[in-house]
């Protein structure tokens, strides 16, 4: 039973001044924050008086599905209103449809016991094949899997999914505790099934052995798991879910995945699940669609149930037993696997009755609020995030949300969704948009500035150069985009970097340091492409012969062996997230942007004391470059892209120190900084007092500490308390740099270089 103090926490109206205060354009909305509070509440109300407690409400799984008490005799409960009877068949009784009918109770609910057998084991054994008969009011039986069972499996010769009983003699125990909320969230994005370089589906065990060592080395604290949940298609990444509480068994059993998960809280890592809540797939043998014959049940009957454009059926939020089953859902994976969090899918087709189809959102307010916005969604977010962290108060919860809903990210209690926070997605689209349409010298410093930090103030946001979207097949990876069909041949370390190569190497790298820097709060990576992984993703269809060729990651790539750069890239991404654990600027809410500038192509910004300087340029060098400074200090250089363990050519002295000069500067703001540097550059390269750093395309950054400021991950480089950060490396052949007029040319080709690999 949940206290008095909670549910009175939850009695009064929101506290809507910080939110109001941030964004004041939310003033003439706060009667409608108001009542979607209040809906939250009642909500929150019938819930306790009619259940005792949203803890127990939340634990339905411990009494719906089959369950076996302590004398092993077995209860089954289901939740079908639809159905005139029910029956449970199985292995158990050769598959009679009607030896063992279930008791019709109040409300929709049907129960069924068994006793134990003479020798006191359970009446159905471990692993044992069952089904449930659904009788409808047409007198058909349908065959239909229990919507809680645990596990389900499909065996090679069949069409669809079996229902499993599973209830091992020792299952796993968790031997390790959950990590602490990690205060800088960086995340590895993962498919169990693609995790091997094998054209084969991976297993749960493969994964815990030879990734999870991969991700600790990488420096990431998080690993996000996609497609877990139950999934009758495998070419659907995970997103048409038939069978909500069982875990994949196309990787493994439920104890595999325990196992892994556990395993990763003992390097430190936390885990987030992919949770699909926004719709369910539409089959009916082994999803949950018409489960008791009709077309609700689950799901709104009529249009509303179904998605125009994803083919699936969508939930009846307002339903108390929906309610029940995903609230439940989310305890599941939180206790019996001990996740730490999810990222909820679909978020913005929960959102709006419109689903965001043919929708651009422009920003303007009336957009998030009115008849178009679903508020029986957006009402069971707010009582899935509340349950969560009230359970759970380190769980993390991220919305995938293309919309900027304001307040996705502010807790209940203030008005908002509750999420920690949200998927950044214009930034992948904007990286995109950029390789694909512009010339290198017409990159807009200020739009990538903007569109990097473009987001709602106060509320998480999750920073990504590209996810799994980017990697399927008829899109293409940042690597393929700046590579392209050179990734094939010329990755050998063995041999000089053609144009191409050079090119997409430091590009690779400024893009993903940039985005991790600016992009948000939290850092994202989908598996492979922290070293630029050469393939799109296609799940075996009829379309390529069932193939699994492009259905896997090719991590032998790595291999010390085979000479290749892309261990290159590996390097500097593990640098730039262990150079980020050291300073933590992704939990730094303040950001100091000083430099965007259109025709130097530079951009210098300083967060947690770190300075970033990129020159994003593509062919030229600046002599006495000045760029503002923090406070009055000296530099070094912490990160640098164009080292030649990270593919750079080695330019730059790691050793100089850079102080600053007490000459104001006026930054990209029109705000005077008491304090500049300055970079300078000569035919051998970029000068500094009596150092000489070439300036390439490559990224460095500077920190801050008591011994004075440190440059870091940046790609610039700065003079006088500066950092150094060049876009393009010099072009050369036959280790001779070209003349001047040669690399005008080549910059008048770079489109045309750009056009040759898309």
């Given amino acids: 039973m949940a206290d008095h103090s909670e549910r009175d926490e939850f009695t009064e109206l929101p506290d809507l001044s910080e939110f109001l205060r941030e964004d004041p354009y939310l003033v003439p909305y706060q009667e409608d924050l108001c009542r979607r509070y209040q809906l939250f509440t009642e909500r929150l109300s019938k819930l306790e008086e009619a259940e005792g407690s949203f803890d127990d409400f939340t634990r339905s799984y411990m009494s719906y599905g089959v369950q076996r008490q302590a004398n092993n005799s077995l209860m089954f409960r289901e939740w079908a209103p639809g159905a005139q009877a029910l029956f449970l068949t199985g292995d158990f009784n050769d598959w009679n449809s009607t030896s063992h ?6 409300y929709g609910k049907w129960e069924l016991y068994l006793p134990p057998k003479r020798d006191k084991a359970p009446a159905i054994e471990h692993e044992t094949k069952l089904k449930l008969v659904v009788l409808t009011s047409e007198g058909e039986e349908l065959f239909r899997i229990s919507p809680w069972a645990k596990y389900c499996h499909k065996h090679v010769d069949s069409n669809t999914y079996d229902w499993i009983h599973w209830d091992p003699i020792r299952p796993f125990l968790h031997q390790h ?12 994005e993962a498919h169990v099934g693609i995790a091997s370089p094998a054209e084969e589906i991976a ?20 690993v996000q798991l996609m497609a877990i949940m139950e999934h009758a298609y495998y070419g659907s990444f995970g997103y048409q879910v038939t069978n909500f509480f069982a875990a994949s068994s196309r990787f493994g059993n439920p104890e595999d995945l325990k196992r892994l998960v556990d395993t990763a809280h003992s390097l430190g890592i936390t885990v987030l699940l992919d949770v699909v809540h926004s719709h369910a797939s539409s089959n009916t043998a082994d999803g949950l669609n018409k489960f008791d014959g009709t077309d609700s049940c689950f799901f709104h009957s009529g249009p509303r149930g179904h998605h125009p454009q994803w083919g699936s059926r969508l939930f009846n939020y307002q339903s108390w037993e929906v309610l029940r089953f995903l609230l439940s859902n989310l305890r599941w994976w939180m206790e019996e696997y001990r996740f730490d969090g999810f990222r909820f899918d679909g978020v913005s087709s929960m959102l709006y009755h419109h689903h965001g189809i043919a929708m651009s959102f422009s920003g303007g307010y009336s957009e998030y609020f009115g008849m178009q916005v679903d508020e029986d969604s957006i009402i069971h977010l707010m009582l899935s995030n509340h349950i969560l962290h009230t359970l759970y108060p380190d769980c993390i919860t991220i919305a995938e949300d293309v919309s900027g809903m304001p307040g996705l990210c502010k807790p209940v209690k203030n008005g908002g969704l509750g999420f920690d926070y949200r998927l950044n997605m214009a930034v992948p689209d904007k990286w995109i948009q950029i390789l694909k349409e512009l010339k290198d010298e017409e990159w807009d410093m200020g739009n990538i500035v903007y569109t990097l930090t473009n987001r709602r103030k106060g ?54 340091l940039l985005t991790h820097a600016l992009g948000g709060e939290g850092y994202l990576n989908f598996m492979g492409n922290e070293f630029g992984h050469p393939d799109w993703l296609d799940f075996p269809r009829k379309g390529n012969g069932e193939s699994y060729q492009y259905a896997r990651r090719q991590y032998n790539l790595l291999d010390p062996d085979n000479n290749l750069r892309y261990t290159q890239l590996y390097a500097f991404d593990r640098d730039m997230n262990l150079t980020e654990d050291k300073y933590g600027w992704l939990a730094s809410q303040k950001v100091l942007m000083t430099t965007a500038d259109e025709k130097d192509k530079v951009i210098v910004f300083e967060r947690a004391n770190v300075m970033f300087v990129f020159n994003f340029h593509p062919s030229n060098s600046y002599s006495d470059y000045r760029i503002a400074a923090g406070p009055n200090g000296k530099y070094r250089i912490k990160l640098d892209s164009d080292a030649e363990q990270y593919g750079g050519h080695g330019r730059l002295d790691t050793d100089t120190e850079f102080f600053t000069e007490q000459e104001p500067f006026k930054d990209v703001n029109d705000q005077w900084q008491p304090h500049s540097l ?20 490559h990224s460095l950054k500077v920190g801050y500490s008591t011994a004075g400021w440190v440059l870091g991950p940046s790609r610039f480089l700065c003079s006088p308390c500066m950092i150094l950060l060049c876009f393009h490396p010099l ?10 007029c040669w690399q005008r040319q080549v910059v008048a080709d770079a489109h045309t270089n750009t056009h040759l690999i898309k």
């Avoid at 300055?678 to 395309?697: E, F, I, N």
Wanted: glycine share 8%.
């Fill in 101 to 106: 009918p279930y008791t019709k109770k109040e």
């Fill in 177 to 188: 505790t959950r990590p602490k909320r990690p205060r800088s969230l960086r995340i590895y």
């Fill in 203 to 222: 297993t749960y065990t493969n994964f815990t052995l030879n990734v999870l060592p991969k991700v600790k080395d990488l420096g990431y604290n998080c």
């Fill in 459 to 512: 509320e998480g946001s999750i920073g990504y150069a590209e996810s799994h979207d980017q990697a399927l097949v008829g899109d293409k990876s940042l690597a393929f985009w700046l590579m392209d069909k050179e990734m094939y041949t010329n990755m050998s370390s063995l041999i000089p970097m053609t144009p191409v190569i050079d090119r997409g190497i430091q590009l690779h790298k400024m893009i993903r």
């Fill in 678 to 697: 300055k970079v300078g550059y000569s035919t051998a390269g970029w000068g500094v007092g009596s150092k000489s750093v070439p300036l390439q395309p």
């Fill in 731 to 740: 072009l050369k052949m036959c280790g001779a740099f070209y003349p001047c």
